[in-house]
């Protein structure tokens, strides 16, 4: 096979692996709006949520992160850290 083929061969192959996604987390509490009065409702165990990588205009907490309901859309909303687990690539 010469150079050439070869990778050809290659990017045919790595146009048909999945895509990862690297900003997937599970909630593993309940947070209510009582503990973050800025949510809108309740962000229930075993939800999936997506890290936030938009501007965030200074207004997370260092005991927080930026997150979202649907991956790269707004609105955003802070969820402390240790509710959270990253889901790694899937």
């Not at 503990?35 to 962000?43: A, F, S």
């Not at 260092?62 to 687990?85: C, I, M, Q, W, Y």
Request: charged content about 30%; hydrophobic content about 30%; some cysteine.
């Amino acid at each position: 096979m010469k150079k050439e083929d070869h990778s050809r061969e290659a990017q045919r192959r790595s146009l048909n692996k999945p895509v990862a996604s690297h900003s997937a987390y599970k909630v593993i509490r309940n947070v209510t709006k009582k503990e973050c009065r800025w949510l809108e409702r309740t962000i229930k165990k075993g939800e999936m949520v997506y890290i936030y990588h938009g501007s965030t205009y200074r207004c997370i907490s260092p005991r927080g992160s930026a997150f979202t309901l649907v991956e790269h859309k707004t609105p955003f909303f802070e969820l402390p850290n240790d509710a959270v687990v990253h889901c790694g690539k899937s």
